[in-house]
């Protein structure tokens, strides 16, 4: 599996945008970039995935390095419900991890009022 | 997005006593899905793959005889924990397989006393 490394928490205020790093320079060339977030005492939430190109969605933005060797999710305009752990998982459904998902111990994102 | 729920959302249970949680993939069928288990303070642990008609494949150090899984249809996987014991408490959630990606169950606070 490829290793990632995220910061272990960051902060923002609302309303503000937020950009949240993650180095995967492991990652093989058929690996997706997943991020998910999990709020307290909830399941994981999907929140975005994507393979080379910049991908946005109605929650989010993610941003892939040209090498994919990096990856940043960006929240545009950060609001208190976004506070949450965040995990970025390089993952391929149907490779040969079967399709597993591992995380790691992701980014504390703290939204200050 | 997809929708997966899980049945209970939390349990007390007595030392010794078996108890059931239902996955259910709610608007779409999953072949695959997967049983997770989160401690206090830690990040989601693979516990095991739940495959529909198959025996499902464990991770290792997950006892099989004690973590019961049965997936007898597309949208409902079970698992089963036996003879439950006050170090089995803990967060248990699952998550089904999409084309792409994988969906969250909310999770299961599981207490044994």
């Known amino acids: 599996d490829a290793k990632t490394t995220q910061p272990n928490s960051m902060e923002s205020n609302e309303e503000e945008p937020v950009h949240l790093p993650c180095n995967h320079s492991t990652i093989s060339g058929t690996d997706y970039i997943h991020w998910y977030r999990q709020l307290p005492s909830q399941g994981p939430e999907y929140v975005i995935h994507?393979?080379?190109s910049n991908v946005n969605n109605r929650m989010a933005s993610l941003a892939i390095a040209e090498d994919r060797k990096s990856s940043t999710l960006i929240l545009h305009r950060a609001t208190l419900r976004d506070a949450a752990v965040y995990y970025c998982?390089?993952?391929?459904?149907?490779?040969?991890?079967?399709?597993?998902?591992?995380f790691g111990q992701g980014t504390i994102l703290t939204v200050h009022p | 997005g997809a929708v997966v729920s899980q049945h209970p959302s939390w349990v007390i249970c007595k030392s010794g006593t078996s108890v059931k949680i239902e996955c259910r993939s709610l608007?779409?069928?999953?072949?695959?899905m997967f049983w997770y288990r989160q401690f206090p303070k830690q990040s989601l642990m693979l516990m095991a793959t739940s495959n529909e008609g198959s025996k499902a494949t464990y991770e290792q150090g997950v006892e099989k005889d004690k973590f019961l899984i049965n997936h007898a249809s597309l949208t409902l996987s079970t698992l089963t924990v036996t003879s439950a014991h006050p170090e089995d408490s803990s967060f248990y959630i699952c998550?089904?397989?999409?084309?792409?990606?994988?969906?969250f169950g909310p999770g299961t606070r599981l207490t044994v006393l």
């Open positions: 998550s089904a397989r999409d084309v792409s990606t994988q969906y």
């Open positions: 994507g393979l080379t």
């Open positions: 608007d779409f069928q999953a072949t695959t």
């Open positions: 998982i390089p993952y391929n459904a149907g490779g040969t991890s079967y399709g597993k998902l591992t």
